[in-house]
């Protein structure tokens, strides 16, 4: 539900500030026959944002319990459908009619146990829900307790159909694939994964310096304008980050809803598929998984209820399952795992809600699914940053994710990854000032992979209040004989750091923020926040460059290093932010924070901006911007090549060196995920993936002169002719 930009979070925040009496009633404003159609609306339209367990997300709010009886239950319950029809304007197509607005209202008031009555919830209706059944709902709203009409049944040694939509729904489930197995491939190797074949794509950004970087040239600037279409394939509906990877001609490919399926990389022929059975409500923010791992025989994969699998590769057949965390607590996973040094390593999510565990990065055996390690991502008691916190008591200590996939340095064995800012967002929102650190926070973290040993960690914003968190990708280059690992936050700060101790070595702004105070401190890399964004209260909203949508985001970057310049795709889009109070108990907690998205002063409305980094000096080398934002990764190429898709549907390749515009091809739908390249039967092939996911609240408002499609997941994947002609 189109909750986080304009009006709806920060109205239903608003609406919550009173006290309720409960109004007399002798029976409910909805009828039960709404509850179904409309948790199909809400599972179709809302669920990214709000989550399937209705708690919300850093994208909407929470739609059940008290804070959402407090707000509705003594208002007219027409005001609801007309305040869920204005938030969703830009979400619901006007083909599904003005019904499914009192619908979605009439499931959300069923899962807070308001009454039903006898008569249909429309817009006009000036009636209160009133008070609920039962107490308060359950904070898991995954079942709205009504059978689903038209839904097949079994009796009588048949299959039978109530009504046409049910026969509809039944021949969209249909289908049936016998999985084979792949031919003989070989085992992944440490040294594998340390210098993969040219020909393959075997870690998130393909090496394990997450440099993005493919060797391969077959297509390069001189021919590239001969790309065409070589095979593609439908995939599940959900926010499609993935990153396929390639290995023995075969491409391992996740899906939303927590699919993998082998597929023969040069035609697109399915070979297996494997389909894990996640709790529906283990799902949030449409469930992106953007990385797998490979290593010897078998896939490991990160699960929306907080579990680490493996597969066999060939087959695709579980091997084991361990459980990481509870994913009832809110913990889940958007990233993946990597090998180092023969250890499978991975992050957790869901941190925002206040729990003693916190967050976490574990170490697990690949053989057997055992937990090696856990390194805690939070300063606890007993660690010598204890006192970062300010005096909160642990179990309030929310923030730490790991959003984002490591690199490894397979030299210094040591696993670099970025942690996500403190939660609440805001610093008076969770009883803090900008003045505690909050370790380990907004970090880069080095941590020994055979021990879960934190070498050591540089904190890239103390306090952070607003957000603007520094926690994706980190690339490992080396300069001079020097090694680094550089990084961008949402704030387009680019940082670089020396990656044997961490020290600060240099960062710079690769696009116009006004949230620190200027010029930067390029001698410290000490930040200093703007004095009304420091001293910020509760309720109080300011006006930051960029927006929460960042700057730069998930959306990774990629070195080239014929020019040793990173190449970033960045967002030129601003906000007015205010912190909200949130409940300071064990299970409470949440991102406690809502913004309005506003254009970028001097942008003049180019969302989108790309930009090449000289990472030598940190000097722009060019930049290109355009009316469209850049939705993929960036993959880089000895070709000369960089490639990326864009928001108007556009597959682009760019000269690396100049930023010209090669090539271009338009899609069925805004790109996303991450660009790879491989080759397979000595034939170069270029994959990128469709498919929309949480960015589309904003950029549906802030482009609407963009079709944006509803749906669209596929991956598309090109090759040059037999004959390519310059």
Same mark, same amino acid.
């Given at each position: ?9 920060? =109205?239903?925040?608003?609406?919550? #500030? ?5 109004? @007399? ?17 809400? /599972? ?5 944002c709000h989550?399937?367990?209705?708690r919300?997300t850093?994208h ?6 008290r804070?959402f009886?407090d707000r509705w239950?003594?208002?007219?319950a027409?005001?609801?459908?007309d305040?869920? +029809?204005?938030?969703?304007?830009t =979400?619901?197509?006007? %083909?599904a009619?003005? &019904?499914v607005f009192?619908?979605?209202?009439a ?7 308001f009454? @039903? ?8 209706i000036r ?7 039962v ?7 995954a ?12 009796g009588?040694g ?11 729904e039944a021949?969209? &489930?249909?289908? +049936? !694939?016998?999985?084979q197995?792949t031919?003989?491939i070989?085992?992944?190797t440490d040294e594998?994964l340390?210098?993969?074949p /040219? ?9 394990q310096?997450?440099?993005?970087f %493919?060797?391969l040239?077959q ?8 790309? +065409?279409?070589a095979w593609?394939?439908t ?9 396929? #990877?390639?290995h023995? $001609?075969i491409?391992?490919l ?8 082998a ?7 399915l070979?297996?598929e ?8 283990s ?12 290593y010897?025989?078998r896939?490991?994969?990160a699960?929306?209820d907080?579990?680490?699998i493996?597969?066999d ?15 009832t ?6 990233a993946?795992p990597?090998?180092a ?5 991975? $992050?957790?999510?869901g941190?925002e ?7 976490f990065i574990?170490?697990h055996?690949?053989?057997t ?17 204890d006192?970062s916190?300010?005096g909160?008591?642990?179990?309030l200590r ?6 984002i996939?490591?690199?490894y340095d397979?030299?210094l ?13 805001v ?7 900008v003045?505690?650190?909050a ?5 880069t973290?080095a941590?020994?992979p ?7 960690f540089?904190q890239?914003m ?7 968190e520094?926690?994706?990708e980190?690339?490992?280059?080396d300069l001079?004989?020097?090694p ?6 949402k704030d387009?700060?680019? !940082?670089? #750091? ?9 960062f710079?702004?690769l696009?116009?923020q006004d949230?620190f105070?200027?010029p930067?401190?390029r ?6 926040? &703007? ?7 509760i309720g109080d ?5 960029p ?6 985001? !998930?959306?990774a970057?990629a070195y080239?290093?014929n020019?040793s310049?990173l190449i ?5 889009i ?8 949130? /409940?300071?108990?064990?299970? $409470?907690?949440?991102? *406690? ?8 002063p001097?942008?003049?409305?180019m ?8 990472l030598?000096d940190l000097?722009?080398? !060019?930049?290109?911007?355009q009316?469209?934002m850049?939705l993929? *990764?960036?993959? =880089?190429?000895?070709g000369?090549l960089?490639f ?7 597959f ?8 010209k515009?090669?090539w271009?091809s +338009?899609?069925g739908?805004?790109?996303? *995920? ?7 039967g ?6 990128v ?6 960015f589309?609240?904003?950029? @549906?408002?802030?482009a609407?002169d963009i079709?944006q ?5 596929a991956l598309?994947v090109?090759e ?5 002609t310059?």
């Open positions: 539900m189109n909750a986080a930009i304009r009006g709806f979070t920060r =109205t239903a925040v608003f609406l919550g #500030l009173f006290a309720i009496s409960w109004p @007399a009633q002798t029976q409910g404003v909805y009828s039960s026959s709404q509850v179904t159609p409309g948790k199909g609306a809400y /599972d179709r339209y809302c669920v990214e989550h399937g367990s209705m919300g850093g909407g709010p929470p739609l059940i319990g804070e009886v239950a003594a208002r007219p027409g005001e609801l459908v305040f869920i +029809r204005s938030a969703m304007s =979400t619901v197509p006007a %083909s009619g003005e &019904r009192a619908d979605m209202a499931y959300i008031l069923s899962a807070n146990q009454p @039903a009555g006898s008569g249909l919830l429309l817009s006009d009636q209160a829900p009133g008070k609920p059944e107490g308060m709902a359950s904070a898991v709203a079942e709205s307790g009504v059978a689903e009409k038209g839904a097949d049944q079994e009588g048949r299959r039978a159909w109530e009504g046409a939509s049910g026969v509809a021949a969209a &489930r249909a289908g +049936r !694939w016998i999985n197995s031919p003989d070989s085992k992944v594998m340390r210098n993969p /040219d020909s393959a794509w075997l870690n998130w950004r393909r090496t310096d997450g440099q993005g %493919s060797p040239k297509i390069n600037a001189e021919n590239v304008r001969s790309l +065409r279409l593609s394939i995939m599940r509906d959900g926010s499609n980050q993935v990153t396929p #990877l390639v023995d $001609g491409m391992f996740t899906h939303p809803a927590n699919l993998i399926q597929i023969d990389a040069a035609t697109g022929s070979i297996w494997y389909a894990y059975p996640h709790p529906p409500e799902r949030t923010l449409g469930g992106p998984t953007r990385n797998i791992a490979i010897k025989d896939l490991f994969v699960t929306y907080a579990a680490l493996a597969l590769a060939k087959t695709g057949k579980l091997l084991w399952r361990t459980t990481k965390a509870d994913y607590k809110g913990y889940t996973h958007s993946g990597i090998i040094d023969g250890v499978v390593v991975s $992050g957790i999510n941190c809600r206040f729990k003693k565990e916190g967050c574990t170490g055996d690949p053989n699914g055992q937990e090696l390690w856990r390194t805690s991502t939070i300063a606890l008691p007993g660690d010598p940053n006192a916190w300010g909160i008591p642990p179990e929310g923030g730490g994710d790991n959003w996939a490591g690199s397979p030299k064995n040591l696993v670099f990854l970025g942690t996500s800012q403190p939660k609440p967002w610093a008076a929102s969770r009883g803090m000032t003045r505690s650190d370790l380990y926070t907004n970090s973290l941590i020994e055979r021990t879960g040993k934190l070498r050591w540089f890239h103390p306090g952070e209040t607003l957000d603007m520094t926690g994706f980190r690339v490992l280059v001079d004989g020097k680094y690992v550089v990084t961008v936050g387009g700060i680019l !940082w670089k #750091l020396d990656r044997k101790n961490g020290k600060f070595v240099d710079t702004e696009l116009p949230i105070v200027k930067l401190d001698k410290t890399g000490k930040l200093v926040y &703007r004095e009304d964004i420091a001293n910020a209260k909203t300011v006006a930051a460059c927006s929460i949508y960042g700057g730069h985001n !998930w959306q970057s080239d290093p020019s310049s970033v795709p960045l967002h030129q601003c906000m007015e932010f205010t912190g909200r109070k949130v /409940d300071m108990v064990e299970g $409470g907690g949440g991102y *406690g924070g809502e913004s309005t998205i506003v254009p970028m001097g942008a003049n409305g969302l989108g901006r790309l930009t090449a980094v000289d030598r000097s722009t080398k !060019w930049s290109h911007t009316r469209a850049f993929t *990764g960036v993959l =880089t190429t000895a000369g960089t990326v898709g864009d928001l108007d549907r556009y682009k390749a760019f000269d690396s060196a100049t930023g515009v090669l271009h +338009r899609l739908a805004p790109l996303h *995920g991450y660009p790879i390249t491989y080759s397979v000595g034939k170069q092939y270029v994959a993936s469709t498919g929309m996911g949480v589309k609240l904003m950029t @549906a408002r802030e609407p079709y499609p509803s749906g669209g997941n598309y090109f040059l002719p037999n004959d390519p310059p």
